[in-house]
């Protein structure tokens, strides 16, 4: 037995009538079979697949979350704070956060994209595609995709990433580039964003921005 074991047990306590050797003899007793269960078995308690699924299905159709109502966004959030129980330790140096993602929700509209995502953007602007890409060991390349009076057109920016601590990220971007039709240029300057991972695995990324907005991921391929 352990010392906090012990510690937690009652003291036992002898008497001058309680004999010190006890008989060695005792009756038997049928063992019961032990019951084993898994954590998808208990009420209440979902294993991260059907989080993920679950998570993934709140988000579809919503424009990348635009079209929600306020109840669906807390929706969405607490699935993702279930979700963040099951995060990998130190999430920032495991492989699985490279590869390309699909930005299928912001809790922030205008957080992925700018003013392209603003209600004013959205209308001038179809969003075609929000994609990521992270490469080993410490490039980001982020690409908002649209289609503007028949024209095909992109935002790209390609950033540092640099590691605060298990989970936390930050990315320095350089200026963007606008590229409409033949069309192409550099405007603005760099950029800075924080970000915290807070669940990753094979299929979907979970990220919390500086400011609290909440960002899923879906991986590609």
Known sequence: MSASAAAASPALRFSSATPLLAPLHRPLRRRLPSVRCS?????G???????VDSILSKVKGTDRGVLLPKDGHQEVADVALQL??????????????????????CSVPTSPGG??????????????EMIQVVEAPDVIRNKVSFSVFGLEGAVSLKGKLNVLDSKWIQVIFEAPELKVGS??????GESEVKLEITYVDEKIRLGKGSRGSLFVFLRRG
């Open 115 to 128: 003013l392209y995502r603003t209600p004013l953007g959205r209308l001038i602007f179809k969003t075609d």
């Open 183 to 188: 069309l192409g240029f550099q405007y603005g």
């Open 45 to 51: 308690v979902r294993a991260p697949r059907e989080l």
């Open 84 to 105: 963040g129980k099951y995060c990998i330790d130190e999430p920032v140096k495991s492989p699985l956060i490279f590869g390309e993602w699909e930005v299928v929700y």
């Open 39 to 43: 954590l998808a078995a208990i009420p």
